[in-house]
Nanobody, 113 residues
Framework: VQLQASGGGLVQAGGSLKLSCAVS????????MAWYRQAPGKQRDFVAS???????TYADSVKGRFTISRDVAKNTLYLQMDSLTTEDTAVYYC????????WGQGTQVTVPS
C-alpha cells in the first residue's frame, strides 16, 4: 500500500489548507486512519484519526481547528486545517492508526511568523 499526501503549501497565519492523502488500495474498511506531522527537529506526532466507523479524535493542539474526513470511494483521506498558526508548520503524513504501512511522501505546510 502506498500513501501519498498532498495539498500543503505556504499559508499566512489564520489561513486554511486542505490536505489529501491518496491510498493505493481500499483499506478504510479494514484500518482506522490517521494524520501525523513532524516539525523541524522534532519527532513525528499524532494529529487526528478517524475510525472505520467514522469516529474522529484530535490532538489537543488542533482540536476545534482541524477536521479529518475520508472519501471511501476515492480511497482518499482529508485534513481540513483552519485558523493555522506558526506551530502548525510541519511535514504532514497519513498512515493507519497502528502505523501499518511504510511512511509515504509527506506534504510540507509552512505558516511563516
Amino acid at each position: 500500500v502506498q500513501l501519498q499526501a498532498s495539498g500543503g503549501g505556504l499559508v499566512q497565519a489564520g489561513g486554511s489548507l486542505k490536505l489529501s492523502c491518496a491510498v493505493s488500495r481500499s483499506i478504510f474498511s479494514i484500518y482506522d486512519m490517521a494524520w501525523y506531522r513532524q516539525a523541524p527537529g522534532k519527532q513525528r506526532d499524532f494529529v487526528a484519526s478517524i475510525t472505520r466507523g467514522g469516529r474522529t479524535t484530535y490532538a489537543d493542539s488542533v482540536k476545534g481547528r482541524f477536521t479529518i474526513s475520508r472519501d471511501v470511494a476515492k480511497n482518499t483521506l482529508y485534513l481540513q486545517m483552519d485558523s493555522l498558526t506558526t506551530e502548525d508548520t510541519a511535514v504532514y503524513y497519513c498512515n493507519t492508526l497502528t502505523l501499518r504501512y511504510q511512511w509515504g511522501q509527506g506534504t510540507q505546510v509552512t505558516v511563516p511568523s
